[in-house]
């Protein structure tokens, strides 16, 4: 059992929950610079994990509930933060704390929904739309930071296009993708019932 727990892709999970926290404490104090580093490292551990798991056959419960609650922290987490940080709220196009409610909104209904499916012997993991709101959430959130490590008077244009274009994405694939989820999970229910 503790080979299980204690595989690669499990600890790189338990990493990621450590490093969000870390994380957070560089924004709230304002080291944006090494909070992007940090960011950049932490979410590379889930593309990691995800690889490791898959190569190595190393896929175990434990691990299909400690990834994706690893990446929900992170990602949600990061979006507060930068949500609460007055240079963002002075601009509607920027990160805005309606964003950082879709985006949790979105995760905690994924969340029931993938709870429901699996508790009835469905596999209901990530979709490929999903994983690529998550990649478009990774570009924002950087974005956001280098945005605030930059001082406020020479912010380069194609950085601010970057955070607003990347932002917009990500709040439109967030419903996009979470409609996916409810979809297929209507679809299964009706199949359930017609069987």
């Keep these: 059992m503790a080979s299980t727990v204690w595989n690669v892709p499990n600890v790189l999970s338990m990493i990621r929950l450590v490093f969000s926290g870390v994380l957070f404490v560089l924004i709230a104090v ?45 990602i949600c987490g990061t979006f507060l933060f930068l949500a609460a940080e007055p240079r963002m709220q002075a601009d509607w196009r920027l990160f805005q704390p309606w964003m950082a409610v879709v985006i949790m909104g979105r995760e905690m209904l994924v969340t029931a929904i993938r709870g429901a499916m699996e508790g009835q012997g469905v596999n209901f993991g990530a979709k490929w739309p999903g994983k690529i709101k998550m990649g478009f959430q990774c570009v924002a959130a950087i974005a956001g930071l280098l945005f605030l ?36 999970a209507i679809r299964h229910e009706r199949e359930k019932n017609e069987a």
């Design 30 to 74: 304002g080291a944006y610079l090494p909070a992007t580093g940090l960011f950049v490292i932490t979410a590379l551990t889930d593309f990691v994990d995800g690889w490791w798991a898959r190569h190595f056959h190393q896929c175990t419960k434990l691990g299909r509930m400690l990834d994706p609650f690893a990446d929900k922290i992170l």
């Design 149 to 184: 490590a930059w001082d406020e008077k020479t912010v380069p244009p194609w950085l601010y296009g970057t955070l607003v274009v990347s932002l917009w994405v990500t709040i439109l694939s967030t419903l996009q993708s979470g409609w996916g989820y409810i979809h297929a």
